[in-house]
């Protein structure tokens, strides 16, 4: 019974290449979220998609940033034109509710840490 | 906009000693999680309170949920080494979880 995965686990990039996540939910899970961590800090809230459809993307930046989650396929979330504001860890969450019902446990992947140089 | 706010941000104690995170929301809640992440690690999953005023507890780990279901904590009694990590809540408003900043607990050597 596999986890959430996410590949890669560590991905480095020059300034100005693109970034790209990967991240497979658990099985039966429709329902998935990245967020950002920042060293020594709280998880940030990004985006929250559902198969084909993004629910939610108030905390995802508007420039570089997006992100999808395709009808078959893991979700992606890709930052073009990396900067070193970047440099993160990015974790993906699968739930197998939405946030309107109001039992929805989130199972987090290992995440991924992204290095810009 | 809503609003979780976590504290301590940090707190320091000498094994077995007693911890305590506190979460207070700028608006009413319908649920309220919590997740543990170890060091190096990714969150996973504690606990869900959903009742007003509702107390949950796992062996020395005690979840309470306020009255209003706009303020939550966690207590862990005499913490061990194992308990090491940052401690987050997280609550649903709106068909939204908003995240409280966590709680690390680091334990004095």
């Known amino acids: 019974n596999a986890g959430v995965m996410q590949n890669p686990r560590h991905l480095v990039r020059r300034r100005g290449q693109e970034a790209r996540l990967r991240c497979s939910p658990m099985k039966g899970h429709s329902h998935v979220y990245w967020y950002r961590q920042l060293p020594e800090e709280g998880l940030k809230f990004m985006v929250y998609l559902q198969k084909e459809n993004i629910i939610d993307e108030s905390g995802m930046p508007k420039e570089r940033f997006s992100a999808e989650f395709p009808k078959e396929g893991p979700s992606i979330l890709r930052i073009q034109q990396v900067v070193r504001g970047d440099s993160a860890a990015y974790f993906c969450?699968?739930?197998?509710?939405?946030?309107?019902?109001?039992?929805?446990?989130?199972?987090f992947g290992p995440g991924t840490r992204l290095t810009v140089l | 906009g809503q609003q979780v706010m976590q504290i301590p941000q940090y707190q320091h104690v000498q094994e077995g000693e007693d911890f305590t995170t506190y979460c207070n929301s700028s608006?009413?809640?319908?649920?309220i999680q919590w997740y543990k992440q170890r060091p190096g690690g990714h969150p996973v999953f504690l606990i869900q309170l959903v009742k007003s005023g509702e107390v949950k507890k796992q062996k020395r780990l005690t979840f309470q949920f306020g009255e209003a279901k706009k303020n939550s904590s966690l207590h862990i009694t005499a913490t061990q080494t194992t308990d090491v990590g940052t401690y987050f809540c997280?609550?649903?408003?709106?068909?939204?979880?908003?995240w409280g900043a966590g709680t690390k607990l680091i334990i004095k050597p």
């Open positions: 608006t009413t809640l319908s649920n």
């Open positions: 969450a699968s739930s197998n509710t939405g946030t309107s019902v109001s039992y929805n446990e989130q199972f």
């Open positions: 997280a609550g649903l408003s709106n068909y939204q979880l908003i």
